[in-house]
T-cell receptor, first 114, second 112 residues
Framework: EAQVTQNPRYLITVTGKKLTVTCSQN?????MSWYRQDPGLGLRQIYY???????DKGDVPEGYKVSRKEKRNFPLILESPSPNQTSLYFC?????????????FGEGSWLTVV | TQLLEQSPQFLSIQEGENLTVYCNSS?????LQWYRQEPGEGPVLLVT?????EVKKLKRLTFQFGDARKDSSLHITAAQPGDTGLYLC????????????FGQGTILTVHP
């Protein structure tokens, strides 16, 4: 079954404590991306990756890091989380970045920073 | 960054009514996509429109891409409670290949 898997699904953490949200896809997709979803703002792109070792900033990259060492994995790293990073996070993948490709989303990770 | 404005932000209707959701921009998009998201889940792609003036139908849902490729609409005929959810439009986000921009979303509630 085609899947994008994120972990953890729910996390409460404290300000400044580094955390990683993992993302894995089993479809051999080249393109992967991270979004955050906040009320009234829709989804905003944090980082994206066109392929292994190729990453680039989206619209809201501040406070986040990513890496793409393997095709299937695209972890999102918060080196020093702050309360304004409390949000619902989605990882997504598609075959390529070409417009028109179906984008598959994970189920989301609820992150609360206190 | 190219912006997408969706309206209305909230829509609460009775079963059987028709509705239209709009997605507008001042920029030209090469394509636009519509997604539906249910609580606790990620967005799921409904349709992609790529040609100006294009109309696509998915059962009771009709999607239209404006002639100038700056806007799109989603029309639902005879809405049902199962249509309840968050509807999002999305398009390539500017000159950077790989960027994707989303509208703010429309929360639709269909009451039985």
């Amino acid at each position: 079954e085609a899947q994008v898997t994120q972990n953890p699904r729910y996390l409460i953490t404290v300000t400044g404590k580094k955390l990683t949200v993992t993302c894995s896809q089993n479809m051999n997709h080249e393109y992967m991306s991270w979004y955050r979803q906040d009320p009234g703002l829709g989804l905003r792109q944090i980082y994206y990756s066109m392929n292994v070792e190729v990453t680039d900033k989206g619209d809201v990259p501040e406070g986040y890091k990513v890496s793409r060492k393997e095709k299937r994995n695209f972890p999102l790293i918060l080196e020093s989380p702050s309360p304004n990073q409390t949000s619902l996070y989605f990882c997504a993948s598609s075959r390529t970045a070409s417009s028109g490709n179906t984008i598959y989303f994970g189920e989301g990770s609820w992150l609360t920073v206190v | 960054t190219q912006l997408l404005e969706q309206s209305p932000q909230f829509l609460s209707i009775q079963e059987g009514e028709n509705l239209t959701v709009y997605c507008n921009s001042s920029s030209v998009f090469s394509s636009l996509q519509w997604y539906r998201q249910e609580p606790g889940e990620g967005p799921v792609l409904l349709v992609t429109v790529v040609t100006g003036g294009e109309v696509k139908k998915l059962k009771r849902l009709t999607f239209q891409f404006g002639d100038a490729r700056k806007d799109s609409s989603l029309h639902i005929t005879a809405a049902q409670p199962g249509d309840t959810g968050l509807y999002l439009c999305a398009g390539p986000g500017g000159t950077s290949y790989g960027k994707l921009t989303f509208g703010q979303g429309t929360i639709l509630t269909v009451h039985p």
